[in-house]
């Protein structure tokens, strides 16, 4: 099994360790390959040094740790660009912003989801993490088919979590609509799973994969 893990970043430097580590952790003691994608559109802080020392010291094998370095036109247009990149290269994939981090059992759920026949689409519990430094977890409390219909957009219902979803990669394969998805500047998310769901179930593990850090001038805010 092989995992495709993207992350898009400008000058996070101030959360990529965090981050690092929760890759790390998550990725230990298991028979997956993953393969984590840092696509840096040309940070001015101290994002590609951590990058190449991430790369250099990445004491695991069955962890493949690449930095690109490039610019690009919005985060979903860099995400895009890894998917299409890798696709043909994992059979799972994702993607989760740097200053958010993994759950220390996201990996190992998704291989034990992923061996279950039918499941190509999974999310994890909600698990937010508020500045205050208190944890909120709870069911996204979502179907597969109100995500189909659009209606997770945080007005007509919640939003669904973006950190902790993996997918089959046949089904980025088969996605329409890409250029769309690679043109938003915010919701792309949401845009992402509505098609997405209109393809396959969604499964929701019984425990958080990620974790969502709130804090204030996030993009998010202006949706």
Known sequence: MKILLCTPVYNGGNTLFTLYESVLNSS??????????????????????????????????????VHIREDDNGMYDAIRKVFDRYVAKCDWMGWINCDDYLAPN????????????GINFVVGCRSVKLESG???????????????????????????????????????????????????????????????????????????MAVFCKHSGQLSENI
């Open 28 to 65: 230990r003691n298991l028979s997956v390959k993953v393969l984590w994608t840092i696509v840096n559109a040309n940070s001015t802080d101290n994002t590609t040094e951590l990058a190449e020392k991430f790369i250099i010291g990445n004491p695991l094998d069955n962890l493949s740790i």
């Open 106 to 117: 996201c990996f190992h759920d998704l291989k034990a989801v992923a061996k279950i026949s």
């Open 134 to 208: 208190e944890l909120i977890t709870c069911s996204q409390e979502i179907s597969t088919t109100s995500v189909s219909c659009g209606l997770h957009d945080g007005f007509l219902g919640p939003h669904v979590q973006q950190e902790g979803i993996f997918f089959n990669s046949d089904l980025w394969n088969d996605l329409e609509h890409k250029d769309t998805f690679a043109a938003c500047k915010l919701a792309g998310d949401w845009f992402l799973w509505m098609n997405l769901a209109k393809a396959a179930e969604i499964y929701e593990n019984i425990r958080p």
